[in-house]
């Protein structure tokens, strides 16, 4: 982030109509060598001092975590000052509290780079947005997950060898459950279902799975059957309240979201008057960090003598009108479904897994049946239903497990289409 | 508009804080019988009594041209009020006038509506990519030649055939020049240019080139090698100054741009800190638009109360700091080249091409020969090449077409690959 305010300083000026300095930084490690110049930067001990410095305006909270970060930024809210972050675990798990005690003290809090790394996805869906009546969004917002998967698909690797080997180029954690298990991504839905639908945050009502157990396999049989499989965030709004999912889901080959690839990130938002539009980027990264943490300054800049209630509220809604809505629960929520079991290579087979579905009202779009390697007696058998509730299809997999012509578990993934619907 | 301010009127307010009310309107024809409910909104046979309404705060401007248009914005601004357009060719050529105007006179002009429709590109790029030194964009910015050319290429169709379906569908005007021949694409890329790099809009100096020659011979050609065409709005910055240029151009079929179908815009932005980004969606029609003109009415009202001095300028550069560069012409501007000829069916006529190109310094990437239908004695000769300065290639093309042995004219496609360089 210094890199680009000396680099871009003079342009940055020429925008925000004041210059921006840095005059204080703190980090755990403040003898490491930085790749920035540090000019003019006085390196404090104790983050304390710059959030209770009397002069700054404006603190950058680029640590990490809810705990120091959550006390550091409370404690700078408390002292009148703005606060620009990057830490979508604050926002999405402490966002309403932060929210609140900005809106008490008339401060902003911005979080631009909190998801989806430099798209400005935030200022898009919250503002640029804000004539229409959000109906659902879309995105490939963890970056790791989407270069692991694209990575299986170019070369049909396994998810294991992906990840080692993101792991050794640094793409991925050393404990990489965050990124792979969907935990990441669901901070980041829950921010942008909040100020999609003008509610509270509600991290803990994101339903989350990750992509560990997607299977080269699986790869070439959404491919077959014209789809990608990707690593979505997907929030939806219905009469029955707000769906918040995190999951593999197959989408259809020819949607832009499929054609996302590597550490690349995009957000899909559809509203009532637009239509879908799509916001596309580098979702991580210092530059593209930098990038959102600088237009957030900008932005606070430019607004730093403006009155509280002329600003832009911290979820594009007054907070007074921040409204929550019901938790759709996963059983109710209704997609098609990708199958694939191993089944008995006998005759029957296949009318008792599609009695089965008919009794609970699943129909079948599109079955593949594919013959086994020499000297295994089992063929996977690939379906795709029509669009149905999630407990229905969970009941029908409950009892086709139990089919003795029928080894081990069903896969299941969700597919979705993308559309108006 | 008027449609999506009444049915989202509730959701709008929560975001804006206060209501958003329609009090006056007028057209040509105030008899013609309109989709949307006129309850409460005053029909006036004069625009000018709504300009001079003392109780109006905000007046939308969706009149389009530039002559009745601009009286009425300038007299809106001197009055003191703030102005909403959608006016693409306003703004590409009196918005130095406008905005200095607006200025003036303390009030906003908005415009998001002006350039790809719903998608919030002019936001995005005016103010979430502000920590970015913007080096160039490249844009799908005309719904009308999109639709042409794909479906040209999807079904092979001819363009004068796609451009007449288009116009008994109500997608092309009866007079298409302003789509087709680029001048639309042309006023929305000179707006793009301005708040990318800070200059003054400069219409004039846009290299506008339409689709109306395209061929589905090219676009077959251009499959082959692993090409799209598509006619793009492209605007870059060097050292050399700003080049700004519509016109079609083959792009890798991998790019996301390439994929970019039917009516759709989309803008690729690359900024130095960020990268490339991407915003997609309608680039035309009532909904997108009204969804462009409320998201700037939501804009203004919340500014209604901010100081001139603290507002997002027009151009998203403090006026005192837009400063002109040099246009770069035509001639030096560097591209790979797609080139298609018809030669005779005799040895030496690729030697004799590829010599005039090396006497040029033109290398040659990819040379493709077809053989000809029977009863033809010409070869198409269809060549890419590597980068090179476009008045070295159009000598070398002089050259080429006074050769005895090629028929008729080059035909000359430009090639951008959008990546970093």
Redesign the interface.
């Known amino acids: 982030m210094i890199n ?1 305010l000396t ?2 300083g003079a ?2 000026a ?4 004041r210059e921006i300095v840095a005059v204080q930084a703190t980090a755990k490690n403040l003898t490491k060598s930085r790749d920035c110049s540090l000019e003019g930067i006085s390196l404090v001990p104790d983050a304390n001092s710059i959030v209770d410095h009397p002069e700054i305006d404006v603190v950058v909270e680029l640590i990490g975590g809810t705990d120091v970060a959550k006390q550091l930024v409370l404690r700078a809210i408390d002292n009148g000052k703005h606060v620009v972050t990057a830490n979508k675990a604050l926002i999405a798990t402490h966002g309403n509290e932060i929210f609140r005690r900005a809106n008490d003290n008339g401060v902003i809090v911005a979080y ?1 780079a909190a998801v989806a ?4 996805v935030i ?2 869906v919250r ?7 959000i109906e659902w969004l879309a995105g490939i917002i963890n970056g790791t997950g989407n270069f692991i998967l694209t990575e299986m698909w170019d070369r049909g690797r396994a998810f294991e060898d992906v990840l080692a080997e993101a792991q050794a180029l640094g793409y991925a954690e050393a404990d990489p459950t965050f990124d792979v298990e969907g935990i990441d991504a669901a901070h980041k839905l829950a921010i942008l279902a909040a100020i999609a639908f ?1 509610t509270p945050l509600s991290f803990d009502d994101v339903y989350t799975e990750g992509i560990s157990k997607i299977t080269p396999e699986d790869i070439g049989y959404a491919a077959e059957l014209g789809y990608r499989i990707k690593h979505l965030g997907i929030a939806r709004r219905s009469d029955a309240g707000v769906e918040m999912r995190v999951h593999p889901t197959l989408i259809p080959e ?1 949607q ?1 979201l499929a ?2 690839n590597g550490v690349k990130n ?1 957000v899909l938002a559809y ?12 979702g991580a990264g210092a ?2 960090t ?6 957030d ?3 606070v800049v ?6 509280p ?5 911290a979820l ?3 907070s007074a ?1 921040i409204r929550a809505l019901p938790a759709v629960p996963m059983a109710e929520v209704e997609t098609t479904f990708y199958l694939r079991m191993l089944a008995a290579e006998q005759p029957g087979v296949l009318a008792e897994v599609s009695s089965i579905l008919a009794d609970h009202h699943i129909s079948i779009e599109a079955v593949v049946q594919k013959q086994p390697p020499p000297g295994i007696e089992q063929v996977s058998l690939i379906m795709l239903t029509h669009r149905v509730k999630e407990g229905s299809v969970n009941e029908a997999i409950a009892r086709i497990e139990g089919l003795t012509t029928i080894s081990g578990q069903v896969t299941r993934i969700r597919v979705e289409h993308l559309d108006a619907d």
Request: charged share 20%; net charge neutral; proline share 6%.
């Open positions: 680009v680099q871009n342009e940055i020429r925008r925000a109509g631009e790394g430099g798209i400005p200022k898009a503002e640029g947005l804000a004539g229409n009546r003008g020819r832009l054609n996302v995009a509203g009532d008057a637009v239509g879908p539009t799509l916001y596309y980027g580098a530059g593209p930098a990038s959102a943490v600088v237009a300054l900008v932005d430019r607004a730093l003598d403006v009155q209630e002329s600003r832009v509220p594009g809604f007054q009108s």
